[in-house]
């Protein structure tokens, strides 16, 4: 596609549940980074995946978020046994190589959880 | 550690005017790139400008330049001739796009 896709782009589930976030990046991006914006906020990194490389989990923060990106193109965030705190913007990004190296990334519109 | 701090949480300008949004970062890389990205309402990120950290040269993109200092590991950014869609949150970006907590930039007809 032309640009990174995100969905859904709203999404309100019960505390409890589970939920799964898909990320489409662009055609032949071989780095994809997961972010989380709570409202006001600034970006808190989640996780990194670049390749067939072991992904870059450092940022996720509980064992109820996992993440997993199939045949190196769409990744799914799933977040377990949702908790109100989990409610922010999820934001995917991508780019053709490693984004540190200077490559711009590219950001989706992002998804909006809200656990009520 | 990364780390980035933009220690202005909102700003406020006439349209026209020039404004220059702060960033500091921390990094014991001697390479690395920095970034400016804009935020509108409409959620979307969009990148502004980008410095690698080698080049001595101050990166420039039509309104928008920066301010580098790599001694002093600042990173500003100027916005000339400000523009009312200039409105946005604006977050930099370090080494391993780690972001600051963003600034808030309202520009005022």
């Known amino acids: 596609g032309a640009g990174v896709s995100q969905s859904p782009s709203n999404k309100v589930t019960e505390k409890g549940k589970d939920v799964e976030l898909r990320c489409d990046p662009i055609s032949g991006h071989t780095a994809l980074y997961w972010y989380r914006q709570s409202l006001g906020q600034g970006l808190e990194f989640l996780i990194y995946?670049?390749?067939?490389?072991?992904?870059?989990k450092s940022g996720l923060p509980s064992d109820r978020f996992s993440a997993e990106r199939t045949g190196g193109s769409v990744s799914t965030l799933t977040i377990q046994r949702t908790q109100q705190e989990d409610s922010a913007v999820y934001l995917c990004?991508?780019?053709?190589?490693?984004?540190?190296?200077?490559?711009?990334?590219?950001f989706g519109e992002g998804s909006w959880l809200t656990v009520v | 550690a990364q780390t980035v701090t933009q220690s202005q949480p909102e700003m406020s300008v006439q349209e026209a005017e020039t404004v220059t949004l702060s960033c500091t970062y921390d990094t014991s890389e001697n390479n690395y790139y920095l970034f400016w990205y804009k935020q509108p309402p409409s959620r979307q990120m969009i990148l502004v400008i980008r410095q690698e950290a080698y080049k001595q040269q101050n990166a420039t993109e039509n309104r928008f330049s920066v301010n580098f200092q790599k001694a002093a590991k600042s990173f500003s950014l100027k916005i000339s001739d400000s523009q009312l869609g200039d409105t946005a949150m604006y977050f930099c970006a370090g080494h391993k796009l780690v972001f600051g907590q963003g600034t808030r930039l309202t520009i005022n007809p």
């Open positions: 990004a991508s780019s053709p190589q490693q984004g540190a190296r200077g490559n711009t990334i590219y």
């Open positions: 995946f670049q390749g067939n490389s072991a992904p870059d």
